[in-house]
């Protein structure tokens, strides 16, 4: 998970930070916008901005992107859902640009990102 930056948050950031994450995390099998998760939160897009950063160290979109990502590739390892399911599940519609976001995440693509845990497991 993504490292929490605290040094130059107010406590009330950081409450709007975790609300914002709380949000995020649950609503991953979609795209959040901005404008929807301030609105949600009942703040201005730029509280919700500056505070996501000063308590996160990333904007909100990077943050969800990684989330996203993390989560695919813990899906990706076990091996139990096809690719554009655990694509769906993480918010992409189209399966060529999570295989082009996991790619730049990782290094390598989804489907060779599961070969590679199948026969670390296997070893």
């Not at 409450?15 to 609503?27: F, R, S």
């Not at 996501?52 to 992107?65: E, H, L």
């Not at 290094?107 to 670390?120: C, E, H, I, L, T």
């Amino acid at each position: 998970m993504s490292e929490v930056m605290t040094s130059n948050c107010s406590r009330s950031q950081m409450d709007l930070a975790k609300q914002a994450n709380k949000y995020l995390l649950e609503h991953m099998d979609r795209h959040v916008t901005i404008r929807e998760l301030s609105s949600r939160l009942h703040v201005s897009q730029t509280q919700l901005k500056n505070s996501f950063r000063s308590y996160f160290g990333n904007s909100v979109y990077k943050y969800a992107r990684s989330r996203k990502l993390e989560k695919a590739a813990d899906e990706l390892a076990g091996g139990e859902l096809s690719i554009m399911e655990i694509a769906g599940m993480c918010g992409y519609e189209n399966c060529s640009k999570f295989a082009a976001a996991f790619k730049g995440e990782y290094g390598v693509s989804p489907s060779d990102y599961r070969r590679q845990n199948k026969a670390a497991g296997v070893e």
